[in-house]
């Protein structure tokens, strides 16, 4: 089974610290994703990446950055965190295509549930 | 920004009943769509995809896809009380060169009745 691990399932900061969620996946997957989840919102992409060291930007990376070292690790970082950002936090990760005419599916981890003061 | 839409709900079906999930799409170069079942405080877990016109039966799950109307649905044959959860449905977008993400729709929540 992919396995997902978020580092931590709840987390409280303070307005203008900087935040590092970090995301490990033990599947060898290529892409790796970062959402966050808010009530009547839905999922919305931050960042995205296919490739260490390789980073695009979803649809709301606003105040996000990522970090992409090694293939199995994606950190998102909050440079200066404030009351907006607090959310539920989700890392996903999938295989590329390898030249198949479909896209495979996204795995989640538990989530991060980050709330800041 | 392309969309995928989904009743918000709540649907309701009482136990051993077909409960009926749908979500429409937006781009048409959507290839792949996806269905996630997300039980309150969790994270959201894979229940089938399609990418083929028609249906694709995997347990009491079915997939149905029409790509000419941009219409997915999912049936839950057998309903139970533990499939209440909310449902979401995704479709594959082209973000660049042979790069693909996800676009999820708000989900709709479903509650199974005893």
């Known amino acids: 089974d992919v396995k997902v691990t978020q580092s931590s399932r709840y987390l409280v900061k303070r307005t203008g610290e900087k935040v590092f969620l970090e995301c490990v996946q033990d599947?060898?997957?290529?892409?790796m994703f970062w959402y966050r989840q808010d009530p009547g919102l839905g999922l919305r992409l931050i960042y995205f990446?296919?490739?260490?060291?390789?980073?695009e930007k979803g649809d709301i990376p606003e105040g996000y950055s990522v970090s992409r070292e090694k293939k199995e690790r994606f950190s998102l970082i909050l440079e200066s965190a404030s009351t907006n950002q607090t959310s539920m936090y989700l890392c996903?990760?999938?295989?590329?295509?390898?030249?198949?005419?479909?896209?495979?599916?996204?795995?989640f981890g538990d989530g991060t549930r980050l709330s800041i003061l | 920004q392309k969309e995928v839409e989904q009743n918000s709900g709540p649907l309701s079906v009482p136990e051993g009943a077909i409960a009926s999930l749908n979500c429409t799409y937006s781009?048409?170069?959507?290839?792949?769509f996806f269905w996630y079942r997300q039980y309150s405080g969790k994270s959201p877990e894979l229940i089938m995809f399609?990418?083929?016109?028609g249906d694709k039966e995997d347990g009491r799950f079915t997939a149905q896809l029409n790509k000419a109307s941009q219409y997915v649905s999912l049936l839950i044959r057998d309903s139970q009380p533990s499939d209440s959860a909310t449902y979401l449905c995704?479709?594959?977008?082209?973000?660049?060169?042979?790069?693909?993400?996800?676009?999820f729709g708000k989900g709709t929540l479903l509650t199974v009745n005893p």
């Open positions: 781009d048409r170069g959507s290839q792949s």
């Open positions: 399609i990418y083929s016109n």
């Open positions: 599947m060898d997957h290529e892409n």
């Open positions: 990446s296919y490739d260490v060291k390789m980073k």
């Open positions: 996903a990760s999938s295989l590329d295509r390898q030249g198949l005419d479909i896209n495979q599916p996204q795995h």
């Open positions: 995704a479709d594959s977008q082209n973000s660049g060169g042979s790069n693909y993400k996800l676009t």
